[in-house]
């Protein structure tokens, strides 16, 4: 029976690829002071099981981790895709530029090990990649190698032996950061805190316009002249008669208006508009419109691909959305942003109006349970074609080829991002999406710890231990000089400087111990600022690299 499981059937590969994933998350769960490798695991019982023997026909090995890639990164586009562009604004084109240069270093001190050691560039990469813990660089790495003709085995060799110091590594960097910095977290936190909006501490203002100014000038256009995201203006008051009011309406001297903020804003509103008034909340009450907040699921298609400004929800229904709640990514409630299946919206306004809302917008998140599959295969098959459309540049030898790690991650995060403006309902519940990249990531890791398992151990001994050294530096180098520029020369704070690094070394080991150590939710909204465009960056600069030798 053993033998016959083992012999290169599809029944054979589906047990072994079942063995090595079931023992690698298994070995997963286990933590030394809080930290683990995951679902990395699996790589190495590959590696192990690969070495003693047991082997997969290669044919479907190879359909395994291409597959396995793709609903990984495919997966990831369509969590972060709506997110994406937005991360680029205020203070997240800082973080960005701050990542950009963390890949780049990391790129450039991969090169100059290349050029100094004579290591060949394709086993640099793989160090490279599993120095920076993105494992879909590697994927798409082997790729490129696999169509030029050359062996991609030694390369996850290269990564799987770099991978382990580049998790250590990292973590290294952050604890010597804390000391060398002298961080006292609780002034820290308290710091950071400040520039927070949140909701309990809600707050009324009541101001009269009297500022000429804004005399004429709708709501929405003062709104985003002044750049008053933290104000959200409840009712209106003019010639005694409370409603309200339209985001379209212009402003008249006079007008009073009850605005809701938070504490940290409170003045804002004074200065942006003029006198303020007590605030007397039965004067701006009638019958059952006392002001209440409500989180409301869209469940009805007939939602996506509509503007908040169309669909003219405070006018109708005298409800005002203050914030958007979309795969895990929370937006400001701009009147022109594009909703789709699967937003959250949080509502401020009377029990009544919210009622009425709720049966328009749908709000039976029971109905969400049931993945929409159409377009993610659509997307896949979409992805498949830009990966193998070739992208000539005058200083590649070879076109360059997007494979399939970046033509599909490019397409979901396309459409996640343009989705509902084209009225395609992209939407997929975040325990869907996991399930989707898990599965995915653990067949491409099975494959590759297979695919490397039966060389592994004479790369190593044939000294191949130096990749050791070589992804230390690779992870070390560029880490350090972004957290001392960012800190010292940008002067972020402490929590901002772990989510940069986190999420540019797209490292969720390193995520998950600095939220556990320095105990703060910010980590983690700082990691998705920049954990897109880094994703993206790593899988375009290990294709670069793979490029330029073939």
């Known amino acids: 029976m053993m033998k016959m499981l083992t012999q290169g059937s599809t029944t054979g590969a589906i047990f072994v690829l ?38 997969i026909n290669p044919t479907m090995l190879s359909f395994v981790k291409d597959f396995g890639l793709i609903l990984f990164v495919f997966a990831i586009g369509l969590q972060v895709g709506p997110g994406f562009f937005r991360s680029f604004r205020k203070d997240g084109i ?15 001190t991969t090169f100059v090990i290349h ?81 927070d909006n949140v909701d309990a501490n809600a707050y009324r203002v009541a101001c009269r316009v009297e500022n000429p100014a804004l005399f004429g000038k709708s709501v929405h256009d003062i709104v985003g002249e002044v750049n008053s995201d933290h104000l959200v203006i409840a009712r209106m008051k003019r010639a005694g008669e409370v409603f309200f009011p339209d985001l379209d309406l212009p402003l008249q001297e006079g007008d009073e208006l009850l605005i809701v903020t938070d504490v940290q804003h409170k003045d804002k509103a004074g200065i942006i508009f003029g006198l303020e008034l007590p605030v007397e909340m039965k004067d701006w009450q009638k019958p059952g419109t006392e002001l209440v907040s409500r989180r409301l699921s869209i469940t009805k298609s007939v939602i996506t691909g509509h503007s908040l ?14 914030r958007i709640l979309r795969s895990g990514i929370e937006l400001q409630a701009d009147a022109d942003l594009i909703l ?29 349970r049931k993945p929409n599959l159409v377009p993610i295969f659509f997307g896949i098959a979409l992805g498949v074609l830009l990966g193998m459309a070739p992208i000539h540049l005058s200083t590649m030898p070879q076109p360059l080829k997007l494979g399939l790690a970046g033509g599909p991650l490019i397409v979901a995060i396309l459409l996640g991002h343009f989705g509902p403006k084209l009225r395609i309902t992209t939407y997929t519940a975040l325990s869907a999406n996991l399930m989707i990249r898990e599965m995915g ?68 080991a390193l995520l998950s111990f600095s939220e556990q150590m320095y105990g703060s939710s910010r980590i983690a909204v700082n990691y998705a600022t920049v954990y897109p465009l880094t994703m993206f960056l790593r899988v375009v600069a290990a294709q670069v690299l793979i490029m330029s030798i073939i």
Not at 346 to 362: A, D, N, T, W
């Open 115 to 195: 050029l100094v050691t004579g290591e060949d560039l394709a086993i640099m990469t793989g160090v490279m990649s599993g120095a920076v813990t993105n494992t879909p660089g590697l994927g798409a790495a082997q790729q490129i190698l696999e169509e030029g003709g050359r062996p991609s085995g030694p390369i996850a060799s290269a990564y799987a032996v770099a991978y382990p110091l580049g998790v250590l590594g990292a973590i290294f960097v952050l604890i010597l950061g804390k000391n060398l910095f002298r961080v006292n977290l609780d002034k820290e936190r308290e710091a950071a805190s400040k520039g």
């Open 309 to 322: 400004r169309n669909l003219d929800i405070r006018q109708k229904y005298g409800v005002t959305v203050t």
């Open 340 to 368: 789709q299946v699967g937003d959250s919206i949080q509502v401020v306004g009377s029990e009544e109006g919210i009622r009425h809302l709720s049966k328009f917008v749908g709000n039976q998140p029971e109905s969400l």
């Open 18 to 55: 079942a063995l090595v994933i079931a023992s690698g998350l298994y070995l997963g769960r286990f933590k030394v002071k809080g930290v683990s490798l995951g679902s990395t695991w699996i790589l190495f019982v590959g590696i192990l099981l690969g070495h003693f023997g047991l082997r």
């Open 441 to 508: 990531i653990s067949l491409f890791m099975a494959a590759v710890g297979l695919g490397a398992g039966e060389n592994f151990v004479s790369s190593l001994m044939g000294g191949g231990y130096v990749w050791v050294l070589y992804g230390a530096l690779i992870t070390l180098i560029p880490m350090l000089v972004v957290a001392f520029v960012s800190r010292l020369v940008l002067k972020m704070d402490f929590f901002k400087v772990c989510g940069l690094l986190s999420g540019g070394t797209t490292d969720p």
């Open 94 to 108: 800082t973080m960005n530029l701050m990542a950009i240069a963390l890949v780049a270093l990391a790129v450039i």
